[in-house]
């Protein structure tokens, strides 16, 4: 079965500056979908950034950009100019013959 | 924009109730979710539905069923609720077609608390 592994359970980002979520996966498969949600505290989970598996070119959503290595089965999530509104748990998931979501990393974001 | 909604936030139960968590989406989804989501689990499909009167089992369907009776409402039900069922239950809806159809849309969540 497929796993998805976020190993940062809790990050921590100055205001502005840039900081990176990891999230590692294992499939067999070859056609699958990698997101990342977001969600803040007591608020709904939203998407935040989507990537097609067969794409190489790294999605890209504003200040949210992925590093998507296909054969280390690794998508990071790249936040640039960090903002106080980022503050949220942040989940990593697959989407292939089933659904997938990592264990979660709490982002806090320092003023 | 898609809406997604459950019909409580917070609900308290007694261990043996009978619990039903209700969940409409209103733009026409065909596919519909529930999940758990407990610390350091993340979140962990409990049931899903491609469509009206269907459902598949997902990783922990054991002391839950679902029904789904029309396109834009899902309900599950805890049979006889038991403490290890305390958690916050989300739901979630999606397009049949992809690749949108591969995004999925979450509800804000019942935290549900068994004494």
């Known amino acids: 079965a497929q796993t998805v592994t976020q190993s940062q359970p809790e990050m921590s980002v100055q205001e502005a500056e840039t900081v990176t979520l990891s999230c590692t996966y294992d499939?067999?498969?070859?056609?699958?979908?990698l997101f990342w949600y977001k969600q803040p505290p007591s608020r709904q989970m939203i998407l935040v950034i989507r990537?097609?598996?067969?794409?190489?070119q790294n999605a890209t959503e504003n200040r949210f950009s992925v590093n998507f290595q296909k054969a280390a089965k690794s998508f990071s999530l790249k936040i640039s100019d960090s903002q106080l509104g980022d503050a949220a748990m942040y989940f990593c998931a697959y989407k292939g013959n089933d659904m997938r979501f990592g264990a979660g990393t709490r982002l806090t974001v320092k003023p | 924009d898609v809406k997604v909604t459950q019909s409580s936030r917070y609900l308290v139960k007694r261990t043996g109730e009978k619990v039903f968590l209700e969940c409409v989406q209103d733009?026409?989804?065909?596919?519909m979710f529930w999940y758990r989501q407990d610390p350091g689990l993340g979140l962990r499909l409990i049931y899903f539905s491609y469509d009206v009167k269907m459902k598949e089992k997902g990783d922990i369907p054991e002391g839950y069923s679902v029904s789904r009776e029309k396109k834009e409402r899902f309900s599950l039900i805890l049979e006889s609720a038991s403490t290890n069922q305390t958690s916050m239950y989300l739901c979630?809806?999606?397009?049949?077609?992809?690749?949108?159809?591969?995004?999925?849309?979450f509800g804000p969540g019942t935290r549900l608390l068994v004494l």
């Open positions: 499939t067999s498969e070859s056609d699958y979908y």
């Open positions: 733009m026409d989804h065909e596919n």
């Open positions: 979630a809806s999606s397009l049949l077609s992809a690749p949108q159809g591969e995004t999925q849309y």
């Open positions: 990537q097609e598996a067969y794409k190489q």
